[in-house]
């Protein structure tokens, strides 16, 4: 065996047991009680926990988007995610007018591969669905690509699929074997209700969460779900932040359709009080974090397990860029930077006991593996699966500040949120990429991830 962690609790999705893990050649080959090898590295995990490194299904690295390009490079947020415990990103390929669906894929690949710092996926995003785009769905997901997203807002970005668009994609990925993933907000609503505000003068942050408040979001979640419903296609909702279009996705799951909902970290810390704060632009982000009775909901939904997955959304720009929303809420990029804050922010939940360690595991590792179809490749603790483990240290207190992370974000919208316990070590495929605050790996280091769905 190259590396032996021993002494260490393991916790995966469904056990908390005490075992030494033997990894081999970036695999983890044995789990037993006791493990030994002279010429294995020792990894003494005694008195820490032993995780499956998250994944990210969410992310936007280095994306062209509101007038600039997300601030983090490929680099700088693989980097982040290894020191937050994330060993699999998963970001967006947005199509090109004119360009196929292995074409998206293969240019984000083509930036991504010599920088990733941990292993990365593509969804790709539809923006211009022709005949020839339906027809090329079954050679992506043989290509290892077998999800889709689309956006229902961004209209004046030229991103936005109309019902037709949504309805065309979700039957072609159903008889494909793929998932589609939806943005939902209703863009109509956006546009006048912002166009009223403007002319009003009202142009603070706050105007952009009432520009697109809970009933907007909540409208989209339930148009989707209808037709998903129609077509019994499978269909994730990202970024879920309203309590409505959350009581809906129970609704469908409880008929027994294939409907999963993401939420992020976000939502379940700050409410749309943040807007209000003078520095309230620099949380913006789409949609917009909602009220108390939303966010309740939310952490009723992990409960509930109607919430599948916790993702980031990580699109940060820098303060600059936030600036120029200063007097216009309208020229803020939207988005937020988070890949590193995570796993940590869940964790120290589970250890602070607002839930348990295997429910975090759960969705932020094991499921978006399921869904997303890189299980059990990833996402949990297994014999023969990738050795991407997190060693945790439940006793360390951390602050959060831009000081201590690892993106090249300037500034963070969790500074000053006090964890409860805090990744110690990430290995990403046998390789320590991270330990105690220091980040070792090295860009190219992550490979591709060619994914198959069941
Ligand atoms: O505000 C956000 N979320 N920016 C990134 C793009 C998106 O809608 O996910
Ligand atoms: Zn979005
Ligand atoms: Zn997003």
Excluded at 219 to 239: F, T
Excluded at 269 to 280: I, P
Excluded at 293 to 300: C, F, R
Excluded at 386 to 413: C, G, L, R, W
Aim: aromatic residues 10%; glycine residues 8%; proline residues 4%.
């Amino acid at each position: 065996m190259d590396v032996i962690i021993k002494n260490g609790i393991i916790i995966t999705a469904l056990e908390t047991y005490k075992a030494d893990i033997g990894i081999k050649n970036g695999k983890i080959v044995t789990i037993a009680s006791k493990l030994d090898d002279s010429s294995a590295e020792i990894i003494d995990a005694s008195g820490k926990y032993v995780l499956p490194g998250a994944i990210d299904g969410h992310t936007h690295l280095q994306m062209p988007f509101g007038g600039t390009v997300s601030s983090d490079s490929y680099e700088a947020g693989t980097r982040a995610a290894a020191c937050g415990g994330t060993t699999t990103v998963f970001d967006f390929a947005i199509q090109q007018k004119g360009h196929g669906l292995i074409q998206t894929a293969k240019e984000r690949d083509a930036l991504c591969a010599p920088q990733a710092c941990v292993d990365y996926a593509f969804h790709v995003v539809i923006t211009d669905l022709r005949p020839e785009i339906l027809d090329e769905f079954q050679d992506s997901v043989n290509f290892g690509v077998p999800s889709f997203k689309v956006f229902m807002v961004y209209k004046k970005e030229g991103l936005m699929a109309d019902d037709g668009m949504l309805y065309s994609v979700l039957k072609k990925s159903k008889e494909v074997g793929a998932i589609l993933a939806v943005h939902a907000e209703n863009p109509d609503l956006i546009d006048i209700r912002t166009e009223k505000f403007l002319k009003e003068g009202k142009t603070s942050a706050w105007y952009h969460y009432l520009s697109r408040p809970e009933f907007v979001e909540a409208e989209a979640d339930k148009r989707a779900i209808h037709w998903a419903k129609q077509l019994d296609a499978p269909l994730y909702i990202v970024h879920l932040a309203n309590k409505e279009g959350m009581e809906e996705v129970k609704k469908a799951r409880d008929e027994g359709y294939e409907i999963y909902a993401e939420t992020c970290p976000q939502y379940l810390y700050f409410t749309n009080e943040v807007f209000k704060r003078e520095d309230g632009r620099n949380f913006v982000c789409s949609p917009p974090m909602k009220g108390q009775e939303s966010q309740d909901a939310l952490w009723k939904g992990i409960k509930t397990g109607d919430i599948a997955t916790i993702a980031t959304d990580h699109c940060p720009f820098q303060s600059y860029e936030k600036d120029w929303g200063k007097d216009d809420f309208t020229k803020i990029p939207n988005g937020c930077a988070g890949i590193e804050n995570m796993y940590p922010y869940m964790l120290s939940e589970a250890n602070k006991g607002r839930l348990s360690f295997n429910k975090v595991v759960e969705i932020c590792s094991t499921n978006p593996a399921k869904i997303y179809g890189c299980a059990p490749q990833k996402g949990s603790i297994t014999i023969g699966g990738d050795a991407d483990i997190v060693i945790y240290d439940p006793t360390k207190e951390f602050t959060i500040s831009q000081n201590n992370m690892h993106s090249d974000s300037d500034h963070t919208i969790w500074e000053g949120v006090k964890l409860k316990g805090y990744p110690f070590m990430t290995f990403s495929r046998g390789k320590l990429v991270y330990k105690d605050g220091e980040f070792l790996g090295k860009p190219g280091w992550g490979k591709f991830l060619r994914r198959k769905r069941k």
